[in-house]
């Protein structure tokens, strides 16, 4: 059975650094895209980037690059997002998930960000 | 940017009743679109990819068909679980802005 199971809830304060964390199993990791989605509240889907792990081949949307850095661990199957310095506006719930072709075919269970002063 | 856009945002039907729901790419995605649903406090679910394959365990009731520009999912008779919200996607990963399916 696959599974992708995120890191726990996040509270931070703006301008403090961030990394989140995805553990796949049930499927060769090395081999398959996974990316990261970001949901903010109330809001609809938006597609932050991708990572293949075999060779950490890395593409970012237009709207995160230099905002955050996806990165991934294929010797212990984890993927990661980061942020260097959180903003309010970073306030979403975070989602993995794995690319079978060109679809998220497998989804993590999300992760609640909320950056607050 | 190859823009997503769905209509209508809202769908109000009856449990029972056809929804059909439209995407509509800026640029041609040829069949590399994908349809996921998303009920409250849940992450999405794929339902259909490459605009008309169901993925695993999705019922028969639901059907994506189109290529190119104009994409549509369909539901074609509305059970309870079914009323969420649905996204788009085509293959360079920008979203539709999602469809509400909500009980009439």
């Known amino acids: 059975e696959v599974q992708l199971v995120q890191s726990g809830a996040e509270v931070k304060k703006p301008g403090e650094s961030l990394k989140l964390s995805c553990k796949a199993s049930?499927?060769?990791?090395?081999?398959?895209?996974i990316g990261w989605v970001r949901q903010m509240p109330g809001k609809g889907l938006e597609w932050m980037g991708i990572?293949?792990?075999?060779?950490?081949?890395?593409r970012y949307s237009p709207s995160f690059q230099g905002q955050v850095t996806i990165s991934a661990d294929k010797s212990i199957s984890t993927a990661y997002l980061q942020w260097s310095s959180l903003k309010a506006s970073d306030t979403a719930m975070y989602y993995c998930?794995?690319?079978?072709?060109?679809?998220?075919?497998?989804w993590g269970q999300g992760t609640l960000v909320t950056v607050s002063s | 940017e190859n823009v997503l856009t769905q209509s209508p945002a809202t769908l109000s039907l009856s449990p029972g009743e056809r929804a059909t729901l439209s995407c509509r790419a800026s640029?041609?995605?040829?069949?590399?679109l994908a349809w996921y649903q998303q009920k409250p406090g849940q992450a999405p679910r794929l339902l259909i990819y490459?605009?008309?394959n169901r993925a695993t365990g999705i019922p028969a009731r639901f059907s994506g068909s189109g290529s190119g520009t104009d994409f549509t999912l369909t539901i074609s008779s509305l059970e309870p679980e079914d009323f969420a919200v649905y996204y788009c996607?085509?293959?360079?990963?920008?979203f539709g802005g999602g469809t509400k399916v909500e009980i009439k």
């Open positions: 998930a794995t690319q079978i072709g060109y679809s998220f075919y497998y």
């Open positions: 049930g499927y060769s990791f090395p081999n398959y895209w």
């Open positions: 990572i293949y792990p075999v060779d950490s081949d890395t």
């Open positions: 640029q041609s995605v040829s069949s590399y």
């Open positions: 490459d605009a008309s």
């Open positions: 996607q085509q293959r360079t990963g920008t």
